[in-house]
């Protein structure tokens, strides 16, 4: 039997586009005297992976061939290399790579979607790119194909309900803004994308989640704290997850932390809890009055909801900020 030679000139079918490019990732691996012809081997091949995938100008890509693709791509394992040897493919090969794995994730065989049954399968391949934030030369590729997973509603479910979940808290106050701003827009995406599934998650473990988020709302980093801030909004406002809204305005611990955010330096962390503030206002009157905080005109739920418009209801409110906050 005649054996294919390992640097192929140029892999034609899928199976052999596969082999090759597997044979010179292992080569990557080791780190010996052919890596860079193995380098070139490696661009080769996922070019030829992506002229199958996309197509080029003037053809349209080839039904069979993609099919065989993606099966060799999930017998092989190579999905999963890819992702494991991503830090030592080049720069060019990267975005490949990126291309490549949404592309086959977003590919349909009627209703089914086989990549996201083949993951669904193998989960790790989700926490292996989850992790790829603690890689500076990977985060944000890692970031692209975590969004495009989180597309998909079976793998948004297994990275929620996952300890590896909670390393988003750490990964959005990571140093490198770049990195952290990355990991805070996939954190956002998996807490607003699919409704119920998110509302189901955050009632299960409210008690945890709130707890690592109260963090972020103190962080002395402002970026990460606004932004929090924001989303907290967004969560509480959000219909679908009235009863985590009504558990946490429940709370005089919340209300405290809202109103010591208000006195906070910057204008748009004071405007951003004045958001959440309302809410707690509009739907805790009962909680206000417990905290004796009645008697004072800018703090009434009917002040605030119907000047909310008015930018001097914040500055008016604040004023007065100080001598409420010791009723606390």
Known sequence: MKKMPLFSKSPKN????????????AILEKQDKKTDKASEEVSKSLQAMKEILCGTNDKEPPTEAVAQLAQELYNSGLLVTLIADLQLIDFEGKK???????????????????????????????????????????????????????RHEPLAKIILFSSQFRDFFK???????????????????????????????????????????????LSENYVTKRQSLKLLGEL?????????????????????????????????????AFHVFKVKCDKSNAGISHFQ??????????????????????SIFLHDLDEILELF
């Open 236 to 272: 509480i406002l959000d219909r679908h997850n009235f009863a985590i809204m009504t558990k946490y305005i429940s709370k005089p611990e919340n209300l405290k932390l809202m109103m010591n955010l208000l006195r906070d330096k910057s204008p748009n962390i004071q405007f951003e």
């Open 96 to 150: 490949d790579v990126t291309q490549i794995f949404n592309n086959i994730l977003r590919r349909q065989i009627g209703t089914r979607s086989p990549t996201v049954e083949y993951i669904s399968a193998h989960p790790h391949i989700l926490f292996m790119l989850l992790k790829g934030y603690e890689a500076p030369q990977i985060a944000l590729r890692c970031g692209i194909m975590l969004r495009e997973c989180i």
């Open 171 to 217: 990964y959005v106050e990571l140093s490198t803004f770049d990195i952290a701003s990355d990991a805070f827009a996939t954190f956002k995406d998996l807490l607003t994308r699919h409704k119920v599934l998110v509302a189901d998650f955050l009632e299960q473990n409210y008690d945890t989640i709130f707890e690592d988020y109260e963090k972020l709302l």
């Open 14 to 25: 899928p199976a052999e586009i596969v082999k090759v490019l597997k044979d010179n990732l």
């Open 293 to 314: 905080m009645a008697n004072s005109p800018c703090c009434s739920p009917s002040f605030i909801l119907e000047r909310e418009n008015e930018i001097g209801s914040l």
